[in-house]
Each structure stands twice: as structure tokens, then as C-alpha cells.
Nanobody, 111 residues
Framework: VQLQAFGGGLVHAGGSLRLSCVTS????????MKWLRQAPGEGLERVST????????HTIDSVKDRFTISRDNGKNTLYLQMNNLKPEDSAVYYC?????RGQGTLVTVSS
């Protein structure tokens, strides 16, 4: 199983980023996926979840009006569109499923 997230970077508050997670080694289209994040000194937080066919998703209240999870099963890729970013969104973002998560991508939002 491989999960590689990328697309992070440094952005000013109010900016946008689109994270991607390229996967392999499992049946992506049948697997509910999630984005998690971990800010410095904080625990791991589940940000958003999407079911296998993309017909259902759940995003935490603090970002649900700004973040959108999606997937392309033909490309085995998971996405997280993040708009109107705030400094408190700064964290390492991971994609994963069940108890598995890949290498993260760092998002830093400057004020």
C-alpha cells in the first residue's frame, strides 16, 4: 500500500491550496478515504472523509465551509480543495484509510 500526499506549501491567509493523494496497492474505489492533519504540538485530527464512490462525505465543522474532499477513482487519487485558508489550518496533512496513513504534506498559512 502506498499513499503519497502532495500539494502543500506556504500561502497567505485567504489563499487556496489543492492537496492530492496518489494511491496504489489496494482497491481504491471500494475504500472510504480520509484526510487528517496534525498541527505542531497537537494530536492527529480527522478533517474529512469520503466513501468509496464519492456519494457521501463528512467534513469537520471548523472547515466545512472552506474545504472540499473529492476523489477520482479512475486515477486512484484523493483530493482536498482548501479555500480561504487561515493560520490555524497550518499543519501536516495526511491521507489515509482505516489505520493506515501515508507521508504527509506540510501546509503553512501566514497571517
Amino acid at each position: 500500500v502506498q499513499l503519497q500526499a502532495f500539494g502543500g506549501g506556504l500561502v497567505h491567509a485567504g489563499g487556496s491550496l489543492r492537496l492530492s493523494c496518489v494511491t496504489s496497492g489496494f482497491t481504491f474505489a471500494r475504500t472510504a478515504m480520509k484526510w487528517l492533519r496534525q498541527a505542531p504540538g497537537e494530536g492527529l485530527e480527522r478533517v474529512s472523509t469520503i466513501n468509496g464512490d464519492g456519494t457521501w462525505s463528512h467534513t469537520i465543522d471548523s472547515v466545512k465551509d472552506r474545504f472540499t474532499i473529492s476523489r477520482d477513482n479512475g486515477k486512484n487519487t484523493l483530493y482536498l480543495q482548501m479555500n480561504n485558508l487561515k493560520p490555524e489550518d497550518s499543519a501536516v496533512y495526511y491521507c489515509g484509510f482505516n489505520d493506515i496513513r501515508g507521508q504527509g504534506t506540510l501546509v503553512t498559512v501566514s497571517s
